[in-house]
């Protein structure tokens, strides 16, 4: 069943027998002047039932509902004036006549019969959609009231329609006799008309232009209209059926009290269309602008996007955006849209920024609508001559900071209205917190960045140091760094030389950071394969500068200390490539020495410097003699007062503790030094190695 | 951060670059431009004198390096004069003697200009 409802030339099909019969059998009753009131209900039903199923294919084949506004007007006004035509042709052709007094009017000629046939199907294929056009201006703004009121209006319209049918009353407001019911009936549905009328919230929302066309348009569409019925319909539509004339003369009701509203609405918006404009596009530039910011984290690019969006919405005929300096007093100009090149190079100095500095004491914006000569900011017309309206407006920051100016000049004077400000204010606001956190994040970024890099660089001098201290019977090691937050370039190592050599190695990369660590690493792969080659400190350190100084920036160079002990003799020989002295305690002499034989950093020279003044020095060493390989990180220690943790007291401590294991020497310097420097943070790295002969 | 300060004096065809204050990692940019500043302006026989230079570090120490090749190619030099000892210390260790003219007044070091 329903797949026959849906296939449409099924229904064209059964509406056109519908039809057909209505229209025979209004034939038959003029010819035979007969009426047999059964057939004659039976028509009104056909005609009922065939106006219905028209409804159901309209909607079937064609989606009125989709339409806009603007869609639905034109569409409206093309059908009416459809409908014009066609009733015009057919009563040229046909030259109806009807007989008046009485209801319904009867055809008094054949053709009228005929006319009155056509007319009543043209009056249902064109009022059908005409109706369905005004619905969709009623439901713009849907609400659970505009279903209740729609259904009572079509289902009062049935009622009407059959209670003059079955009356045989003229629906004319006339109360009496039978026509009490159809009457009341119609009564209600203009009740109900009254009240849809005022659903025409589709007004509001045209632009100003469409308010005035539309407005115009409709006196004619409204007296186009009021005509119709007289016109076309009054006598002809009833002639052939009742139902259908209730029908239609309801719709046309709607049709005339609906326009009639709806011009009268679209008068009273023409004053403030301009201005309801203006608002509905600031909202939206609003949206834009919020959408647009709110992606773009690019400092340059928001400054740009926060003068392009301001021109568009403010009609300004030049906006530029002065920020300040970062590190000298007054504004430098971030971005602008249409000053000319010149302009831009010819702003004016921090000293005669008057306007702006003016804006950023009193932190509120300002509107300066005409600049006559005499005026303080007239100055401006000399940096730029098309002012004739400025307005500027500080941006300022969460914490009350201000951070700039935004501009924007119009040629004509009186170009800006309050209006216009609190346009410019809330750019400006939404500009202000864009640019913070691009600047917040732009910050956040780079800490992040420096965090990992330190964290690599202290990763990576971790590996480089050993992980064991060698251990033998001749000798006791221990060795210490304490690393301070900066990371330094510290670097020690131990390399097990032929013949029960150890050798010892201490060394400080200058500067800090990723490429001290990364220095590091190459001196040490360097030091670590040229220990197979050569033993001797002296000539380690030679080859070892000829590497490094061609890798070596030359800002940057390498402090080294280095000695190779042979422990079963007791001989320990050492180099000092502008490293800290050994210190060397002399368990016969109780004392504490600072050797510092001569000799430069290596990558400080290429070669023929370096290995002149490099000397080699030899220590023969007793039981219980001490060797403290140290960093400047330990001298250069200082405490809250500024004072520096100074060799001496190293030299000082060590003597005193001298008898102690190296594990009990390490322990009491490093409680020396934390006490000494009281919480206090490390300058720099700080790497001991303690060498005690057994 | 510590205070740093570099005031510049010339005389005739020598710079003296007078050091005042801390010359450490952060500092140091600034005793760069000094020097930059005279290279740009083809003054190339430089006296950096540090009778106010409360400290100097590594950082302090490399940006002579970095410019006295270049110096020295221009027929000029960097002398370094009226160190105490504390910053004549930390320049011996690393062997600095070595390498620059080190004086005990900035007169010596003119002086020694005005030799050639």
Redesign the interface.
Known sequence: MTKLFSSVKVLIALASILFLYSMLYDMFAYFSDVSIPPLEYLSEAAMLIFALLYYHILNLEYNLQNKSIQESLKLFVYLLGVLYFLVIVLHLVLNPSFSPGQFPQLPETFSSVLYSNLITLIAILLMTPLFLLIKNLIYYKRKKRTDFLLKSFLLSSLACAVATVITQAEPNLVFEEAGIYNNSILLLVLVCILFVSFYNSWITYLSRKEKVTYFLISIFVVWAIIYLFEFAFVAAVPAHSLAIGVFVNIVWYLMVIYAIFASFYLLLHLPTARVFDRKMSEVASMHDLSRAISTEFDFSKLVKLLTEMTTRVIGSDSTWLELRQKTENGLYIASSHNLSTDEIKNFPASEQQLLSSHILNIKRPLIINELPRNHPYAYVKEWKKDIGSIIGVPLISGNGKSLGILYATKKQPFGFDPDDQAMLEAYANQGIIALDNATLLKQSFERERLEEELRIARDVQQRLLPQTTPKNKYIDIEALTITAYEVGGDYYDFIKLPNNHIGFIIGDVSGKGTSAAFYMAEAKGIIQSLSRSFSNPKELLIRTNEILYESLERKTFISMLMASMDCKKRLLNFARAGHCPLLYYNSTDEQAHLLQPSGIGVGLERGQIFNKTLIEQEVRCNPGDIFVFYTDGLSEARNAKGEEFGDDRLCHIVAKNAHKSMTEMKQIIIDTILSFLDGQNLADDLTLLLVKSK | MENFEVIREDRKDISILRLKGFLD?HTAPQFEQAIQDLMGEKRFKIIVSMSSLNYIS??G???F??FI?EIRENDGDIKLSNMSDKVFKVFD????P??YQIYREETEAEAKYNQK
């Open positions: 990692a590594s950082a120490l490399g940006v390096m970095g090749e260790l690393l062997g600095f070595a390498l």
